[in-house]
C-alpha cells in the first residue's frame, strides 16, 4: 500500500493537529489567540500546539483580560495545549504598535517553524493570527503576501489563494493585495479560470 494511503489513514484515526501563532505581536494578534485557547470547544476540536515563548503568551493573556489558559509542554490531546518554548523571544523585542523588522522577524521565524512540523508530518494545519505585511518585508519577505511566501517555502508552483467560507459559500480570489490599478489587468480568462478550478478541487 503506497505511504501517502498510510499517512491519509493515519490522520483520519485521530485528532487533527494544528499549529497556533501569534501572528505579528505588536498588535492584536496574541490577545486573539489568547481568546481563541481560553475557549474550551476550540480545544476539543483538534489538538493544539502553540509556537510561542511562555512569556510572550503570559503577555497575551494578559492583554486579553487577564486570562487563565494552561499550556504545557507534554504532548497535545483533548486537555491540554501544548507550548513549544524555545526561548528565542528575547532576539526579537517587541514594541507594541510599531511596524519593525524585528516584529517582522519574529512572524517569519514561527512560521517557518510551523511549516518544517507540517512537512514533517507532525501537524496538520496552520492557524496564524493576524501578519503585518510592512513588517513582513522590513524582515525579508519579498513576495506580494503570506500565501505567496508559503509557497515560495514550499516550492508551490499552482494556483494560492484565501478561501474565505460562510456556511454553504465558499469564495476565492482571483487577485489580492496589489493597488487596484493593477486589477483590472489581471481579470482575464486564464486567472479566473485557475480560480474556479482550484475552489472545485477543494469542495
Not at 72 to 86: C, H, K, R, V
Not at 144 to 156: I, M, P, V
Request: aromatic share 4%; charged share 20%; net charge positive.
Amino acid at each position: 500500500m503506497p505511504a501517502t494511503i498510510n499517512v491519509t489513514q493515519q490522520r483520519q484515526a485521530r485528532r487533527p493537529r494544528i499549529a497556533v501563532t501569534l501572528g505579528d505581536q505588536a498588535g492584536i494578534g496574541p490577545e486573539l489567540v489568547a481568546k481563541l485557547l481560553n475557549n474550551p470547544s476550540n480545544r476539543q476540536r483538534a489538538d493544539i500546539v502553540l509556537l510561542a515563548d511562555n512569556s510572550e503568551f503570559q503577555s497575551a493573556l494578559s492583554d486579553a483580560g487577564s486570562l487563565r489558559v494552561s499550556v504545557t509542554s507534554e504532548q497535545a490531546g483533548p486537555q491540554n495545549i501544548q507550548i513549544l518554548d524555545d526561548n528565542t523571544a528575547s532576539r526579537y523585542p517587541c514594541i507594541k504598535g510599531d511596524i519593525s523588522k524585528v516584529n517582522g522577524g519574529r512572524c517569519l521565524y514561527q512560521l517557518k517553524r510551523a511549516l518544517k512540523m507540517v512537512q514533517s508530518g507532525e501537524i496538520d494545519a496552520i492557524v496564524f493570527a493576524p501578519l503585518n505585511k510592512s513588517s513582513l518585508k522590513l524582515a525579508g519577505m519579498t513576495e506580494e503576501d503570506e500565501l505567496r511566501w508559503f509557497a515560495k517555502q514550499l516550492s508551490h508552483e499552482g494556483t494560492t489563494s484565501e478561501i474565505n467560507i460562510a456556511g454553504p459559500l465558499w469564495t476565492g480570489r482571483v487577485t489580492s493585495h496589489i493597488a487596484l490599478g493593477q486589477v483590472a489587468e489581471r481579470i482575464n480568462q486564464k486567472s479566473v479560470a485557475k480560480s474556479i478550478e482550484l475552489l472545485h478541487r477543494l469542495r
